[in-house]
């Protein structure tokens, strides 16, 4: 769910393009260096956002009957890293109110600000510090990607509270009325999307180890990798290796 | 076809051919329109332009344009009433509230309307090498431009999985659809990057150096065009300011 065009006055449309600005920027210089730097990652890069697109398409099963939609941003952040996410979450924004009239033009910056930049810092920051405090993975994943789907709902109820202040008791009490519609009812998706996250990424652990070596996800065990390499010719498996991380040291 | 109705309707739209230069500015300059000038009538003009527009010369089907313009409803309402709940003193409605609740609906439904006349007429891949000349990084417009054309084969994937996922009974509780969800998620990403490298090495095979080249299709401007854009928008821009300041 995202603010839909024209749903936002002037000066907060402008105000939160110019508030998300330097962080879209700043991915974008990102991509850029990494591309120039190392030209095939255009390709990766890409799938990344048509990954985040597609994952946003993935009907989530909801506790209460209906279905929801992952923000699909928590993930990205893991694997990608916030910077380039602020990048490639604009980009999939520009596509949602392009393909499927979902967001708009007016209202990109402000979607940008909480679902490009907020949600995955947000998610990233649990994901780390989950990750230091546990050192589990999965537990990690699971508050990375809960936290930034949440994060990004509580940043829009807060950006249409800011636009529409209640009459009387003015942002606070207009932040408490959105909050309440779009912030609270949302908690049992922002855990589904946390389960999600565990489900996808134990998926991504027996399948697709190596490219989480590859983007830093997991760690480069040497152990890990021998089962997939050949024996150089000539070695005898029998022969006693000294550099082998498995059985010398034991 | 792909799924993407609004994607579908602008490949087929009579306008595919026109510049995305021309038809960038009439929808832009109608979200402005819509966002800028009094719900009354500028918003009621707007909405009716573009879905005249829409509807008529561009040949969009009138069903996907509907349902599209239909989307945003649920948020649009739902936070139009939002806003105009009052808290304080026990909960009521603010002394103005169908006024106001029924300017942001006029708003949000005219500048959705403006946005789909250029959505459901110009293809993104026309609509990225345009944001060449606004001074994006061609790296982010290359990025961009895979995005768009791994996105349709990743929903068939997507949909193609789910479909077999389902007829296994994958999505049959709760439990399961979750779990199913998960695979499926980690399924389209695995393809993904497959479908990257693969291209990579066709394209490297092809020579590829840096930057994927493509010879952009020649869509000229018209004259025609942009004039009766700019004459249609100031008539819009002034009748609504004579109108809604009398009415004011």
Known sequence: MHIAEGFLPPAHAVGWTIAAAPFVVHGARAVATEVRRNPESTLLLGAAGAFTFVLSAIKLPSVTGSSSHPTGTGAGAILFRPPVMALLGTVVLLFQALLLAHGGLTTLGANAFSMAVVGPWVGYGAYRLTRALTGNLLAAVFAGMALADLATYVTTSLQLALAFPDAETGFAGAAVKFLGVFALTQVPLAIGEGLLGVLLFRALISNARPELVRLGVLPAEPDDVLPDTPAPAGTSPAAPSTDDGDGAHR | ?248
């Open chain 2, 1 to 248: 076809m792909t799924g993407l109705a609004v994607d579908d309707a602008a490949w087929a739209s009579a306008w595919r051919s026109r510049s995305p230069g021309d038809k960038a500015l009439l929808s832009l300059g109608l979200v402005l329109c819509a966002l800028l000038l009094p719900v009354w009538p500028g918003s009621v003009l707007v909405g009716l332009t573009a879905v005249a527009l829409a509807l008529g010369p561009a040949r969009v089907p009138a069903r996907t344009f509907g349902r599209a313009v239909r989307l945003p409803l649920a948020f649009v309402a739902v936070g139009a009433l939002t806003s105009v709940v009052q808290l304080g003193g026990g909960p009521g409605w603010a002394p103005d509230a169908a006024q106001r609740a029924g300017a942001l609906v006029g708003h949000a439904l005219a500048g959705g309307a403006a946005v789909l006349l250029l959505a459901t007429t110009t293809p993104m891949s026309d609509l990225l090498p345009a944001l060449r000349r606004l001074r994006v990084p061609a790296a982010v417009v290359e990025v961009a431009s895979v995005t768009y054309r791994l996105l349709f084969v990743l929903l068939e994937s997507l949909h193609t999985i789910r479909e077999a996922q389902t007829a296994r009974m994958g999505h049959s509780t709760v439990r399961r659809s979750f779990r199913s969800s998960g695979v499926l998620a980690a399924a389209v990403l695995t393809r993904s990057w497959d479908r990257a490298r693969r291209l990579q090495d066709g394209l490297a095979g092809r020579g590829m150096v840096d930057g994927l080249r493509v010879l952009p299709e020649v869509l000229p401007s018209s004259r025609r065009f942009l004039a009766a854009t700019v004459t249609g928008l100031t008539a819009i821009v002034v009748v609504s300011l004579t109108v809604g300041g009398a009415a004011g």
